[in-house]
């Protein structure tokens, strides 16, 4: 969603940044002749805001009274239909470009205009577009790849079994790909083919072909190569936002880092044990005919245009994973806990043993329980086998 805001009000205002260097070299969202940011702070008295960057920037804005004031709906590329509005108008948590010239130091901009889209449309757009990419949305790890023919094949795990889904793409279909630490969905930059590979994590939005339900053409795609970790919980720093943990295969050590927009799930207990693992369940086989629903499984959704849960691919029953994960409630890291088992996602960074964590799910050790395939016969089970095939991928949020 900030990323929508940053193209439009670019878009609709042609600046003469004289400077590109100025914004390259710091904060991208403070150029010459700009800021952008939210507000955090509004002093009537002083007429001036304080707003704060995406990156954590601090700006001061001075308002005067020839400060010019317009409200802009979130989707508009113009501001042919944006409304005048007043300093009163302005609230903490609305998104704001300032214009006017930025100081040397990058702290404060006099603004000739505000340029303002408020905090409840965002937040109506942001929703609007989360149920679309749930009831048109496919989310799944990248299995082959045909450049030639501009197909991508995924997999995903449900209750009925892992099944495979092509994605069919166009000339019109727009690419987008995490960048290296990013854990934001709206932070994805233009992609391209050639930078997909498999085992990379992939969500489409788009419609299933009529003619073949494993068909899916694609108006927009997501990707990203994300590592997915399970662990223990040894250590929860709340101020820091740290939380460390030792892997479930190796027992390595690892730092996963919590941010703002990191997504805290917890998974209950008494999922599992309505859940079950019958024939057609986590760690067993597709029952036979593969149309019998799991023993246990939760209903399967009715299909609503292709959607990530209910059925699954060809109406099949069963329930899938991912979309069970984007469900469960959101906690804080407060809620952690040391001893928990965890699952995180996160991009590949540059150090392999600090993880920003995009989702994080606790709870986890029911969860892997059931993925896992089922031990031999006097074996004990293995959490981390749940994990290596369980079909997880939840590392590409929703808007």
Partial sequence: MRTFFFAAAIGLITLALTSAAFAQAGDPNIAAKHAIGEIKSIDAAAKQLIIKTDAGSEVTVALSDKTTYKKLAPGEQSLTNATDVTFA???QGDRVMARGTVSEDRKSVPAMQIIVMTKGDLAKKAEAERIEWRRRGILGVIT?????????????????????????????????????????FGDAKPGEFSELKVGDQLRALGERAPEDPLHFKAERVVTGSFRTVGGVVTAVDPATGEIKINDLEKKHPFTIVVKQDTVLRKFPAEFGMGMGRGPGGPG?????????QAQGAAPARPQGGGGPGGGGPGGRPGFNINDMLERLPTISIADVKVGDTI?????QGVDPTRLTAISLVTGADTLLTMLAPRPAAGQAPNPAAGLGGSG????????
């Fill in 284 to 292: 067993g086989a597709p029952p036979a005919g593969g149309g019998q």
């Fill in 392 to 399: 997880i991928s939840f590392g590409i949020g929703l808007p």
């Fill in 144 to 184: 082959a790849l045909k450049p030639e023919a501009k197909e991508i094949t995924i997999s995903n795990r449900t209750m009925a079994g892992t099944q495979s889904v092509v994605i069919a793409l166009n000339d019109k279909t727009e690419m987008k790909r995490y960048a290296p630490d990013s854990i934001k």
């Fill in 89 to 91: 108008d302005l609230a």
């Fill in 343 to 347: 699952i995180v996602s996160s991009t």
